[in-house]
């Protein structure tokens, strides 16, 4: 990973809520190489999304830098370098799926007719053809993220943020937006930050899973997933895979993770 | 709810709609009989408490005349305080709104002007703009549409879900766009709900209005006049006609409302 640019580099970040009562984040030091997917894996209360809304510049560090292509993070947002996909899709009821895709750009200034071209491939990517006229309660919960994944990638960001994005759909809708997702980084080239609780999700995905542990949120651990690329379902059967599930469990495990959350654990072994 | 496949249009469409509207219609039926024979004939309500709907129809067509014209100033006045009142409201939510500060001071105030009994001004308006002036029913009409207009936009242009306003600002977008993109379509249909009470405040102020001064021509002056002559039928003719025009405003903004809103799931669900 040291071979390629750093995107995001962040050196010791800290961030207290309140006068001091709760340290979300401590001691954060992490590089983001260009092209790289990376996730971050904890249990609630690790930080894992306070760190990518830091990134973000939606919240502010108490403490340490943030640089995004050799920017502060604000002069990042402000340049546009954000795609930022949340757990719930965030679509807007009065726009269509097509209207909803085509809003960065017309914060951006695109005409009309660049405008419509990019919807055009934006809904090949995310598969949904034939229901750009459609408004997002039309649509499946699945369906809502593919749109909204869509949106953040309109304006190719050149820094994707995905908050627990697949956390509220059902596991087989999950695992099928996962090779999708695959599938579009791999065919954008885009830099991801991914925050999950799912293990298998997190070494499915990723170039790398940095394990957070909790109260005060700190980085436990970083397993470097070396699956080969593309990675298909089968993926998931490989011996390797295990091993690196196992590793991931193992550090988490080490946080005491799993006096905190019970869900997550339960979650990770369906793996 | 069965309407939500409307793309099947079938001939039983028809059918099911009667079948629908029927236990309505039938109620509204029962509904004049009683008016018109149980209450009188089998009761003994007096001509003075509530003459017969046939007299009343009969007074709504000989004083046709006089009915139309006091209907078209009382109209004219409920539909001044209408457009003022909510217009303002629309205006100064959109800046305590933009603002914050400012509306978080003033917004207890709101709240408490919106419980005043405005129309205990009534009189008072009249030493405001003269005995004969239609301004005095157009501030009355006006000041009720107001503060409920001001509160529920307020109430919509705030209670946006923050990931939108955190995804606008990702984009970069300015206060100004924030507001156009989504803080004023997400307030709409806390607009519409207001206005639609609105209009039915705006209709009572102008004819609780009318009863304090102004041209002696208007709807509210035909009910109280025709009381104090005992013609009893004329006056109910009148208040006849002040409620269809109450219906009608009403229906008025809930059809503006359905087609502004036509993207609203609650409104699309119904098969359009």
């Not at chain 1, 695109?110 to 419509?116: E, G, I, M, P, Y």
């Not at chain 2, 539909?79 to 217009?87: A, C, P, Q, R, T």
Request: glycine share 8%; aromatic share 8%.
């Amino acid at each position: 990973m040291s071979s390629v640019a750093s995107v995001v580099s962040i050196a010791g970040l800290s961030k207290v809520f309140g006068k001091g009562d709760v340290t979300a984040l401590q001691g954060i030091d992490l590089q983001v190489g260009r092209g790289e997917f990376v996730s971050l894996i904890g249990p609630s209360g690790c930080g894992k999304s306070t760190l990518l809304r830091i990134v973000g510049d939606i919240t502010e560090p108490t403490e340490g830098d943030v640089t995004v292509n050799g920017k502060s993070a604000r002069r990042a947002r402000l340049d546009r370098d954000y795609g930022i996909v949340f757990q719930a899709p965030v679509l807007y009821d009065w726009r269509t799926v097509a209207k909803n895709i085509a809003l960065p750009l017309e914060m951006l200034g695109w005409d009309r007719a660049k405008r419509a071209e990019r919807v055009k491939d934006m809904v090949e990517l995310v598969e949904l053809n034939g229901f750009e006229k459609h408004h997002p309660w039309q649509l499946s919960g699945g369906m809502q993220q593919r749109v909204s994944i869509a949106r953040a990638l309109s304006f190719s960001p050149a820094l994707l943020l995905m908050d627990e994005p697949f956390g509220a759909l059902d596991e087989m809708t999950r695992e099928r937006l996962n090779l999708e997702l695959l599938r579009i980084w791999a065919e954008t080239g885009s830099t991801v930050i991914f925050v999950t609780h799912s293990i298998s999700e997190a070494v499915f995905l990723s170039t790398r899973v940095v394990v957070m542990s909790p109260r005060p949120g700190r980085i436990a651990g970083v397993v470097s997933v070396d699956l080969p690329q593309p990675r298909t379902a089968s993926t998931r059967e490989e011996p390797r895979f295990f091993e690196l599930v196992t590793q991931v469990r193992e550090l988490l495990h080490a946080t005491g993770a799993d006096e905190v959350e019970e869900p997550l654990a339960a979650e990770s072994e369906i793996v | 709810m069965s309407t939500l496949d409307s793309t099947a249009e079938t001939p039983s469409r028809l059918g099911e709609r009667l079948r629908y509207w029927a236990p309505a219609v039938a109620v509204f039926a029962l509904g004049l009989a009683a008016w018109q024979w149980f209450l009188p004939d089998v009761l003994g309500v007096e001509d003075f408490l509530l003459p017969r709907f046939s007299d009343v129809v009969r007074a709504l067509i000989e004083e046709r005349d006089l009915l139309l014209r006091g209907a078209w100033i009382t109209l004219k006045e409920a539909v001044g305080g209408f457009v003022l009142g909510s217009g303002a409201a629309i205006i100064a939510a959109l800046v305590l709104a933009r603002w914050r500060p400012f509306g978080n001071a003033l917004m207890p105030y709101m709240i408490a002007a919106n419980a005043i009994p405005i129309i205990a001004f009534a009189p008072i308006t009249n030493a405001w703009f003269g005995l004969l002036s239609p301004w005095s029913k157009v501030t009355i009409a006006a000041v009720l549409c107001f503060f409920p207009v001001l509160v529920n936009t307020l109430r919509g242009l705030t209670s946006v879900d923050p990931e939108s306003i955190e995804l606008m600002r990702s984009y970069a977008a300015p206060e100004r766009e924030v507001f156009r993109r989504v803080r004023i379509p997400s307030s709409l249909p806390y607009v519409f709900s207001a206005l639609k009470v609105a209009s039915v405040l705006a209709m009572i102020g102008a004819v609780v209005g009318d009863y304090f001064g102004g041209s002696l021509e208007a709807l509210g002056i035909v009910v109280l006049s025709a009381v104090n002559l005992s013609r009893y039928a004329t006056s109910w003719a009148a208040i006849l006609v002040a409620s269809i025009m109450g219906i009608a405003f009403y229906a008025t903004i809930a059809g503006v409302e359905r087609y502004a809103l036509s993207w609203h799931p609650s409104v699309k669900r119904r098969g359009s």
